[in-house]
């Protein structure tokens, strides 16, 4: 079993950054290579961020957030990071992370999430 624990979401305003955490814990965990961040807005269906490979450190990012939100890992702790900068009012929306095997554009193809943290950016 894994768990996902999110953290570092709060309220900022508009040109603000963020640091989100995702820390993870469960003896299977290093079974699981690729850690993904989702982000759902209210009224707003959910939507694929980022990803790395905790293997290979590889990246891949969606083109729209390209630039202005930074995935990064720390293996030794177990945690990923998103890194958000320059954040505008439509990014607020609870951010998810979540563990798989594989590089999936949808949430529920991960193999396990995190209950999410808060995003709110004021205008």
């Known amino acids: 079993q894994v768990q996902l624990v999110e953290s570092g979401g709060g309220l900022v305003q508009a040109g603000g950054s963020l640091r989100l955490s995702c820390a993870a814990s469960?003896?299977?965990?290093?079974?699981?290579?690729?850690l993904g961040w989702f982000r759902q807005a209210p009224g707003k269906e959910r939507e694929f961020v980022t990803s790395v490979s905790r293997s290979r450190g590889s990246t891949y990012y969606s083109e729209s957030l390209k630039g202005r939100f930074t995935i990064s890992r720390d293996n030794t702790k177990n945690t990923v990071y998103l890194q958000l900068n320059s954040l505008k009012p439509e990014d607020t929306a609870v951010y998810y992370c979540?563990?798989?095997?594989?590089?999936?554009?949808?949430?529920?193809?991960?193999?396990?999430r995190g209950q999410g943290t808060q995003v709110t950016v004021s205008s």
């Open positions: 469960g003896r299977t965990f290093t079974l699981y290579d690729i």
């Open positions: 979540a563990a798989g095997s594989y590089l999936r554009m949808d949430l529920y193809g991960y193999d396990y």
